[in-house]
């Protein structure tokens, strides 16, 4: 079995969660950004994307978790089996 590929998949979450969570924290660290093209309100922040965002690369890591715990269980079955 070939647990190279969820661990690859964990990393790819992972950078992904770290590059939401830094746009994220910079829509704080700069009140002074340009509003949102059509914006009207003065001081609103679109922060659906980011946190979107933040939440898909959680289910991606957690999925890749729960497909090397399968292909460990498998291959220790068929170690069982021949072994």
Not at 37 to 51: I, K, M, N, R
Request: glycine share 4%.
């Amino acid at each position: 079995m070939d647990l190279s590929i969820p661990a690859a998949g964990m990393q790819s979450a992972s950078a992904a969660f770290e590059t939401a969570a830094n746009s994220l924290t910079q829509v704080f660290q700069n009140p002074t950004n340009p509003l949102p093209a059509g914006s009207t309100v003065g001081d609103s922040v679109e922060l659906s994307t980011p946190v979107a965002s933040l939440l898909k690369s959680n289910l991606d890591f957690t999925a890749n978790v729960k497909m090397e715990i399968v292909e460990n269980q498998m291959q220790q079955s068929t170690f069982s089996v021949f072994g």
